[in-house]
């Protein structure tokens, strides 16, 4: 069993639409939770950044992080052409050091 | 600033030769990171340093050999190379912010480089 699961999709919306992603994880030790953008044939871009359970929003994005259930999420509203890419979860322990990504899910928000 | 940037971004290799993937970034970090992605794996660590002069081994190193020849530069080497060694190959640094904040440990990835070994 990986570490860290995600759908690989693709999740394809109509503009305008809610996009919703999410990520499980087994190891408790996971502290800090970051989800990356990464567009075609590019490397990948911090989009959110948490460190706790709750909400975090930023502009259309809202990152959750629900530490008991081992569970995040992330919402982009209002989505746009412009935001289809593969959106990557990452987690790390104390040390930050070492990410363990996710699959990546591939978003397709059509015009 | 041209943040992290890798070289060859394309390279076709045969089974048995050797090559290394050169990264240098121009931020002052301390750490950086070498990573393959395939697909449905998602990002999986190579190798990593965390200062100039140190290197570990992360989640696949079996194949691959690094040098930190500074704080800019850390180089990726396949001695011999493998078909299972195709891959997109991303370097990245980072840099622990000891104020904390939204950012405290941001990677920031280089371009990537398309290897085909055939």
């Known amino acids: ?111 | 600033n041209a943040g992290v940037t890798q070289t060859p971004k394309f390279q076709v290799l045969k089974t048995g030769q050797s090559m290394t993937l050169q990264c240098a970034q121009d931020m002052n970090h301390n750490s950086m990171y070498w990573y393959r992605q395939d697909p449905g794996m998602g990002l999986r660590l190579i190798y990593y340093s965390a200062s100039e002069g140190t290197t570990d081994k992360g989640e696949v190193p079996n194949g691959y050999n690094v040098s930190r020849l500074n704080k800019r530069e850390f180089s990726l080497r396949l001695e011999s190379a493998a078909p299972s060694q195709t891959s997109v190959y991303f370097c990245a640094s980072s840099e622990q912010n000891p104020s904390g904040g939204g950012t405290r440990y941001t990677i920031y990835f280089g371009e990537g480089s398309w290897l085909t070994v055939v």
């Open chain 1, 1 to 111: 069993q990986k570490e860290v699961e995600q759908d690989p999709g693709p999740l394809s919306v109509p503009e305008g639409a809610i996009v919703s992603l999410n990520c499980t994880y087994s190891n408790s030790a996971f502290q800090y939770f970051m989800w990356y953008r990464q567009y075609s044939r590019k490397g990948p871009e911090l989009l959110m950044y948490t460190y706790s359970s709750g909400n975090k929003e930023d502009g259309r994005f809202t990152a959750q992080v629900d530490k008991s259930s081992k569970y995040i999420s992330l919402f982009i509203r209002d989505s746009q052409p412009s935001d289809s890419a593969t959106y990557l979860c990452a987690l790390t322990g104390a040390a930050g050091n070492k990410l363990t990504f996710g699959g990546g899910t591939r978003v397709l928000v059509k015009p």
